[in-house]
T-cell receptor, first 117, second 111 residues
Framework: GAGVSQSPRYKVAKRGQDVALRCDPISGHVSLFWYQQALGQGPEFLTYFQNEAQLDKSGLPSDRFFAERPEGSVSTLKIQRTQQEDSAVYLC???????????????FGPGTRLTVL | TQLLEQSPQFLSIQEGENLTVYCNSSSVFSSLQWYRQEPGEGPVLLVTVVTGGEVKKLKRLTFQFGDARKDSSLHITAAQPGDTGLYLCAGTDNYGQNFVFGPGTRLSVLP
């Protein structure tokens, strides 16, 4: 399909384990966003890439969270030494253009549901 | 930090009824977007409003952006079970850099 894909869809980790979540954006989309969505809440911004450049990482909750997009397409969100409070759905979104100027539509993936035991 | 509030948090209605949900902030946004999210899926964009006072219609859905660009409403006419979902508003600040979601209104339309 031509949409945003994320893998794995579900991940169960033991506390202290490292995890890596993958996002495949729509081909050619410049912008890529990561969000964290707790149960019953709206998505909360984590970080933003324009091509391979990480322009905003102000939403990352701690230095255990790290994101990269080395070739300006696929992105990986890594969480080190997972804690129970990291349990959430992690959403990835891409959009065609950069964020300056008029808003443009963000296309979301289905998310990865992370459960930390 | 710009915050968005949404009300009501939960809404359960019968098929055929009308409803309005609200998105409010003390901050001015350059644009607001409405999304619908179904369980196990990511949010899907419904509409973007940019101009204060703007009204947009999408079939049975009517969206309005407040004159001061601090609030927005979504009105659904003759709700159907297929309208069930989490309705999220999201705002962009004047620099187009920060994108903030509200907590959502969870709508359930009963047949």
């Amino acid at each position: 399909g031509a949409g945003v894909s994320q893998s794995p869809r579900y991940k169960v980790a033991k506390r202290g384990q490292d995890v890596a979540l993958r996002c495949d954006p729509i081909s050619g989309h410049v912008s890529l966003f990561w969000y964290q969505q707790a149960l019953g809440q709206g998505p909360e911004f984590l970080t933003y890439f324009q091509n391979e450049a990480q322009l905003d990482k102000s939403g990352l909750p701690s230095d255990r969270f790290f994101a990269e997009r080395p070739e300006g397409s696929v992105s990986t969100l890594k969480i080190q030494r997972t804690q129970q409070e990291d349990s959430a759905v992690y959403l990835c979104a891409s959009s065609l253009r950069g964020t300056s100027g008029n808003p443009n539509e963000q296309f979301f993936g289905p998310g990865t549901r992370l459960t930390v035991l | 930090t710009q915050l968005l509030e949404q009300s009501p948090q939960f809404l359960s209605i019968q098929e055929g009824e009308n409803l309005t949900v609200y998105c409010n902030s003390s901050s001015v946004f350059s644009s607001l977007q409405w999304y619908r999210q179904e369980p196990g899926e990511g949010p899907v964009l419904l509409v973007t409003v940019v101009t204060g006072g703007e009204v947009k219609k999408l079939k049975r859905l009517t969206f309005q952006f407040g004159d001061a660009r601090k609030d927005s409403s979504l009105h659904i006419t003759a709700a159907q079970p297929g309208d069930t979902g989490l309705y999220l508003c999201a705002g962009t600040d004047n620099y187009g850099q920060n994108f903030v979601f509200g907590p959502g209104t969870r709508l359930s339309v009963l047949p």
